[in-house]
């Protein structure tokens, strides 16, 4: 997917809280995680406690991230003409969450002017004609015939193709369930993805280990129990979400006393574009400190990757206890109600990934038959490949022999008319004649 060429600004001090970008693109933050392990929130001095009497910046410049979805920038183009329409923003400032992902809001759509029309419907056409480059690559790329171009778009689920030409409110409508659905599956696709990982990482561990004799594979057994004690020998992990943790951010981040913790001090603080609620973005960067307690880039032992699984954990488990209403934003109110909970102050001991077994010997042997298989195809493809180059390498030598005999033909036809008399075929030369008897 090409990045997003345009930037979104936020108007923090305005009413206009941008709900509606948020809703649509709380998804987007998802697929950042694995550049927050390099981010922290921002330094902040101790006046600055007094948030709630420190004047508004005037604007705050975001780049939001792809979504990863086939349809991100065409999603986001909609979003920002719809924007620009005064009465259809007005409609979104009012509307609750259920509104928007239901698609009831998405009838206002036939009350916005007749220029953000003209443009949604620009936009649409543009979309449908890229969807149509797609699929003629596809079949072009598998060389197939006679194919409906219209039912192949029936596929994509994100706009309505029986009417290319307008955008009308069922695109809508498509649109925000599309987004909704996809992305909602992009938790479990990870967990699911992440398992995978673990179970390629021993395989090919075991794998390796049958190449070693048995020296060399006690040696490697051995290593690899000594990086895996050094990797579970870390400080303890505090619970996400808890004060202890919590107070930690706001001492050795934000640089601040622990005596004078504030959560809706905090609250503030970390809601960084200032719209009003903590999106999953924000929520994954209070987690760095406790995951550096674990995890190290320059450390062996330590696996980036299950860092990122960690810290989506993490955030999937503060949202379990604090975002009540479910819709992946998490409020002043519902931050506040959180701090007042028995978990709050006494929370149980958190479980890192090291305590955890990601996978069964079960799960592992089916995985592997998968592999297995796969690997057979992937044979049977190169023993077809190959039998296809020796064919092709036959009949070239074929066609060589073929042309090397046709060569040597004529070269004696030529030697032959020469001995006659006779000028070779095709020279420009003079004219050989025969002597009179």
């Known amino acids: 997917m090409p990045p997003l060429s345009q930037e979104i600004f936020l108007n923090p001090g305005s009413s206009h809280k941008m709900r509606w970008r948020t809703v ?3 998804y987007c933050f998802l697929l950042v995680t694995c ?3 390099a981010l922290h929130a921002v330094p902040i001095d101790i006046d600055k406690t007094k948030v709630q009497n420190s004047e508004p910046v005037e604007s705050a410049k975001i780049e939001p991230p792809d979504t990863g979805l086939y349809y991100d920038e065409y999603l986001k183009q909609v979003i920002d003409v719809l924007e620009t329409d005064k009465h259809f923003r007005e409609k979104l400032q009012k509307a609750d969450i259920e509104e928007i992902k239901s698609g009831r809001l998405s009838k206002e759509l036939d009350l916005v002017s007749h220029h953000v029309r003209t443009k949604l419907d620009e936009l649409k056409r543009q979309e ?3 969807l149509r480059m797609l699929i003629k690559a596809k079949l072009d790329s598998l060389q197939d015939v006679g194919m409906d171009h219209q039912a192949l778009l029936k596929q994509f689920d994100h706009l309505n193709h029986m009417n290319p030409d307008k955008f009308e409110s069922t695109d809508l409508d498509m649109l925000i369930k599309a987004a909704t659905n996809d992305l909602e599956q992009y938790d479990k696709t990870r967990h699911e993805e992440f398992k995978k990982y673990e179970m390629m990482k021993e395989h090919e561990r075991r794998e390796y280990l049958k190449t070693l004799d048995e020296q060399k594979r006690k040696e490697e057994e051995s290593k690899f129990e000594e990086m895996k004690k050094k990797h579970e020998n870390h400080p303890k992990v505090n619970h996400p979400g808890s004060k202890d943790q919590l107070k930690e951010v706001w001492e050795e981040t934000d640089g601040l006393d622990p005596n004078d913790f504030d959560p809706k001090t905090f609250f503030k603080l970390h809601d960084v574009n200032s719209d009003g609620f903590l999106d999953e973005q924000e929520l994954e960067a209070l987690f760095t400190k406790e995951l550096e307690k674990v995890y190290n880039a320059h450390n062996e032992e330590d696996d980036m990757v299950e860092m ?17 209403n479910k819709d992946r934003l998490v409020t002043l109110e519902e931050f506040l109600k959180a701090t007042e909970k028995k978990e709050f102050l006494e929370p149980d001991s958190w479980e890192t990934l090291d305590q955890q077994q990601f996978f069964t010997e079960e799960e592992l042997k089916e995985y592997e038959n998968i592999i297995a298989l796969q690997e057979n195809e992937l044979k049977k493809k190169a023993d077809e490949l190959q039998k296809q180059k020796e064919e092709l390498q036959r009949q070239h030598d074929q066609l060589e022999a073929q042309k090397q005999e046709y060569h040597q033909a004529v ?3 030529e030697q032959k008319k020469l001995q006659q008399g006779i000028a070779p075929s095709g020279s420009p030369g003079e004219l050989k004649l025969k002597p009179y008897a």
């Not at 990122?308 to 009540?324: A, G, Q, S």
């Open 35 to 37: 550049l927050l392990s």
């Open 411 to 413: 070269q004696q036809m």
């Open 128 to 130: 449908v004609g890229r």
């Open 308 to 324: 990122e699984e960690e810290r989506l954990r993490m955030r999937e488990h503060v949202m379990n206890e604090v975002d009540t």
């Open 24 to 26: 649509l693109l709380w």
